[in-house]
């Protein structure tokens, strides 16, 4: 582990990595004119985009100890390309005995390394799996000062494809997280709309952006005058020294424009699916989970704008509440989730499932599963799984939910004799303004010591949504048949 080296990184500052277009990345014009015609050809222009990445970026950023947390810097702890393998790059796990495939998405700003946990565990269980990246990740940051919101659903669909082509007529899911929980919708909607489109036989959404502040609409306009003289600065919402192998910690203001321009798409697309009992039929079975807690979306955009709105008894949702035991030992809370969760656990007409992780009881940081049914008016049925609250965490968080606790860049605790760097559970105290990392950056939970559990989750439903994809079907899951351990 390498956290030493956090004060002696450059000071924030537009950076070459800041200002240089890779014009090698993928557009969805590079679809409409016959240059990228399928999976394939996109793995073949990502490969030639980091090889301009290295010539252009890496080979002009110092190397050595003042530079040992500079993501750019070649052989230091940031580096993506001094592990084993460069996870920014998009992969594919292919098995010999394929029962079906799944897309995984990532977030805005991240990478495929993000799902890559949940890649590897699909594959073992016998699914042909892709992890994408998405344009304009995994390189640099100014990869998101051009991107759009299509350039990375034609990503999205040019994988689609190629795994239905694969696998012939097996059943294909898209798992998305964030800003890829949005594209997986899109995606999904695109399929009923046009027959050419495979259709996923599930969807799971991870931290789903499915409605954000709406201030974010003025990006675009802060956006356009970044291209005034003097006014480069306006092309990001924030710059910071680029210390993390997998994640942008500089965010260009476009970004945010097209994570607002996609939800706004979307959300429009599914309020009139609403209105259309027969299309909105056609649509797989959503399971999304989310933290109650989330700084980047609401749980309630999920619930009033999706869930309530597609045909009941196929969806559910699965939260993440506080920790309550926790959280009763302190006046510091900002503003308690726990009207939402009431109202989850006890409004019997909801036409989607509802499981909520919580505290057993107020004195225990034991959790438990509480599951209702949709329209349920006997309660929830309770489970206990085994697991509790770390002592030192409060709740999860957006960024928290993909990531296991053994994670050797995000987790608990730094792999032993790893000199790369860490990023997890950071305790670094000290006096404020001496650190170049935000304090906020070093206390928000970065892992999810419910994984496993999660996990499991999205296996079932993807399992049990496995039957091939039939408009007008009901491929939801039993979703009741995970919760058949003892109760409380």
Same mark, same amino acid.
Request: hydrophobic share 40%; aromatic share 8%; net charge negative.
């Given at each position: ?179 890829? =929980? ?7 909607? %695109?399929?009923?709309? $046009?027959? &050419? !489109?495979?259709?996923?036989?599930? +969807? ?107 045909? =009941? ?7 993440? %509440?506080?920790?309550? $035991?926790? &959280? !009763?030992?302190?006046?510091?809370? +900002? ?116 994984? %496993? ?36």
């Amino acid at each position: 582990m390498l956290v030493s080296g956090i004060s002696a990184c450059s000071s924030p500052g537009l950076k070459p990595w800041h200002t240089v277009e890779l014009d090698e990345e993928f557009t969805l014009e590079m679809v409409n004119d016959g240059r990228v015609q399928n999976f394939a050809d996109y793995l073949a222009l990502e490969d030639r985009l980091f090889g301009q990445l290295e010539e252009e970026i890496y080979a002009d950023t110092p190397t050595g100890p003042a530079h040992a947390l500079e993501r750019y810097s070649a052989g230091s702890a940031a580096d993506p390309e001094h592990r084993q393998q460069n996870w920014n790059h998009s992969f594919e796990l292919t098995h010999p005995a394929a029962i079906g495939g799944v897309l995984l998405l990532h977030g805005m700003s991240d990478s495929p390394y993000t799902m890559r946990t949940l890649a590897n565990t699909l594959n073992q269980q016998g699914y042909h799996v892709i992890a994408l990246r998405s344009p304009g990740h995994g390189t640099v940051p100014s990869g998101l000062r051009t991107i759009s919101w299509q350039d990375m659903a034609a990503a999205a669909r040019l994988a689609m494809q190629h795994l239905s082509t694969e696998l012939d007529g097996k059943p294909v899911h898209i798992v998305g997280y964030s800003t890829g =929980a949005s594209l997986a919708l899109n995606h999904a909607l %695109d399929a009923l709309d $046009q027959q &050419a !489109i495979p259709p996923p036989a599930s +969807v799971v959404l991870i931290s789903p952006a499915i409605r954000v502040h709406p201030a974010s609409g003025m990006a675009g306009f802060k956006n356009s005058l970044s291209a005034l003289p003097g006014m480069d600065g306006m092309a990001y919402l924030a710059v910071m020294d680029e210390f993390d192998p997998y994640k942008y910690n500089s965010f260009a203001t476009n970004a945010a424009a097209q994570v607002h321009r996609l939800t706004h798409h979307v959300d429009g697309r599914i309020q009139s699916l609403a209105s259309d009992a027969t299309v909105a039929g056609r649509l797989p079975p959503i399971l999304a989970i989310k933290s109650t807690v989330d700084a980047t979306v609401t749980t309630d955009a999920v619930v009033d704008n999706l869930l309530i709105r597609l045909p =009941a008894n196929r969806n559910e949702l699965l939260l993440f %509440d506080i920790n309550r $035991q926790a &959280a !009763i030992k302190s006046t510091l809370l +900002v503003d308690d989730p726990g009207p939402l969760t009431e109202r989850l656990l006890n409004d019997a007409g909801l036409p989607f499932a509802v499981t909520m992780v919580k505290n057993k009881d107020a004195n225990s940081r034991n959790v438990v599963a509480r599951r209702k049914p949709a329209y349920s008016e006997d309660g929830y049925v309770v489970e206990s799984l085994q697991l509790e609250w770390p002592v030192d965490v409060v709740s999860l968080s957006h960024v928290a939910l993909p990531y296991p606790p053994d994670d050797p860049v995000y987790g608990e605790s730094p792999v032993e004799g790893d000199d790369q760097v860490f990023l997890g559970n950071l305790a670094i105290k000290g006096e404020r303004g001496l650190l170049k990392i935000p304090g906020e950056w070093l206390l928000r939970q970065r892992y999810n010591p419910f994984y %496993d559990y999660m996990q499991a989750r999205i296996l079932q439903w993807i399992d049990e949504s496995g039957e091939p994809y039939t408009v007008g079907g009901n491929n939801a899951p039993d979703v009741a048949s995970y919760h058949s351990g003892s109760g409380e």
